[in-house]
Nanobody, 126 residues
Framework: QVHLVESGGGLMQPGESLTLSCVAPGTPGSIFSSNAMGWYRQTPGKEREFVASISKRGITNYADSVKGRFTISRDNAKNTVYLQIHSLKPEDTAVYYC?????????????????WGRGTQVTVSS
């Protein structure tokens, strides 16, 4: 069982930067470090969409819509995965969710349908 807690969201202005964190408290480090991790986001009335993923070896993948502005990273010593967002846009407004123990197929990250955090709200508005 992996318990995930996201944090770092808030009300931001366009152009600002933000770092979201997802920690897996209580998960043995050996388990966390062996998990691929992903970030997703969701707006009301829309399906949850893939944003970024990072493999256990640190290989990253991004949705085309966020390439160049988003950076995913992980610190296995802290059981934490991060999502840096630069040059925030109003369309980045969403609830951002962390996912653990996803799988890859042909380079595409597929989320584990069980291991989701509760999400953190990011609102970008002037």
């Amino acid at each position: 069982q992996v318990h995930l807690v996201e944090s770092g969201g808030g009300l931001m202005q366009p152009g600002e930067s933000l770092t979201l964190s997802c920690v897996a408290p209580g998960t043995p480090g050996s388990i966390f470090s062996s998990n691929a991790m992903g970030w997703y986001r969701q707006t009301p009335g829309k399906e949850r969409e893939f944003v970024a993923s990072i493999s256990k070896r640190g290989i990253t993948n991004y949705a085309d819509s966020v390439k160049g502005r988003f950076t995913i990273s992980r610190d296995n010593a802290k059981n934490t995965v991060y999502l840096q967002i630069h040059s925030l846009k109003p369309e980045d407004t969403a609830v951002y969710y962390c996912n653990a123990d996803g799988t890859y197929s042909s380079g595409t990250y597929y989320p584990n349908l069980v291991y989701w955090g509760r999400g953190t709200q990011v609102t970008v508005s002037s």
